[in-house]
């Protein structure tokens, strides 16, 4: 593939009829924020012509809700919707009150950190994060200041866990433990409840919306946006995607510090 936009389509998304996109979904690093991992101003103006138009707006992301919402002040009043936490948490971006959450039990997140072995781990949980043993503060997303914990504790469900590791276990314990397994950047594998992944969450709201799956266009650059992007009647991965990602798309845009999510929108939602 080339990195033009629209490049294996030629031009406007082709859904049944002739329709665009009504739903743009869009993961934030290494997609929809740049390399400061802030909304840039075009972005910030395609996303609010396309709103203004009549698209439905969904911020996917890995990050937990708080931080999400920390980078995403120039999107709010767009009547957004964010998905946080991997399909976690899903509510209102300018509501912090959730109207979809799934969350794993302590219990379940120590069978998980059993089958992944020694390593440095974090959890996402409602009230907030908490860091285990040997985690560096450098990837704390803003949460460096987090408490730390020997062990996971029972007073509270978990939104997310994550550890440093190589890779997942194997496909047989993964497929015995029932959790979902992904992962949003090299090094790093992300454990939560069943449902509670991206295509999970957009799934619920497009039920909602009595819309299906072809009326979505999707963006994204890591693993935990795959299922999403072949999914949705149009998958756009960034230039700066992982190779699976990028084969998986049905279009490839720009790198996410070139604004790419906007240049797509610009040329076939404006």
């Given amino acids: 593939m080339t990195s033009t936009d629209s490049a294996r389509t ?25 390399a400061d991992r802030k909304v840039g101003e075009r972005t910030r103006k395609a996303l609010t012509a396309a709103v203004e138009g009549g698209v439905r707006l969904v911020l996917a992301t890995a990050r937990p809700a708080w931080s999400a919402r920390e980078v995403l002040l120039p999107l709010r ?41 020694p390593g440095p781990w974090a959890l996402d949980r409602p009230s907030g994060r908490l860091l285990g043993p040997d985690w560096p503060d450098v990837l704390s997303s803003g949460g460096a200041g987090a408490p730390r914990v020997e062990e996971v504790p029972d007073d509270e469900e978990v939104l997310c ?37 991206k295509r999970s969450a957009v799934s619920w709201l497009l039920d909602g919306w009595d819309l299906g799956w072809s009326a979505v266009v999707a963006f994204g650059d890591a693993p935990n946006d795959l299922s999403l992007l072949r999914s949705a009647g149009t998958g756009v991965a960034m230039a700066n995607a992982v190779s699976d990602v990028r084969f ?20 076939n939602l404006l």
Avoid: K
């Avoid at 991997?86 to 219990?107: E, H, I, K, Y």
């Avoid at 496909?171 to 449902?195: H, I, K, Q």
């Avoid at 510090?257 to 906007?262: F, K, N, S």
């Fill in 10 to 34: 030629g031009g406007r998304p082709r859904l049944p009829g002739g329709a665009r996109p009504s739903v743009v979904v869009s993961d934030l690093d290494g997609t929809l924020l740049d």
């Fill in 161 to 197: 866990l994550m550890a440093l590791r190589a890779s997942p276990p194997g496909p047989s314990s993964r497929a015995s433990a029932n959790l979902c397994w992904t992962s949003s950047d090299a090094g790093l594998v992300e454990v939560s409840a069943p449902g509670a992944d």
């Fill in 77 to 117: 009043g767009l009547g957004a919707t964010l998905v946080s936490s991997n399909g976690a948490v899903t509510g209102d971006l300018d509501d912090p009150r959730p109207r979809r959450v799934r969350a794993m039990a302590p219990a379940r997140v120590r069978e998980a950190l059993t089958l992944l072995g």
């Fill in 248 to 267: 998986s798309a049905t279009e490839l845009t720009a790198d996410h510090d070139e604004d790419g999510v906007a240049m797509w929108v610009e040329r």
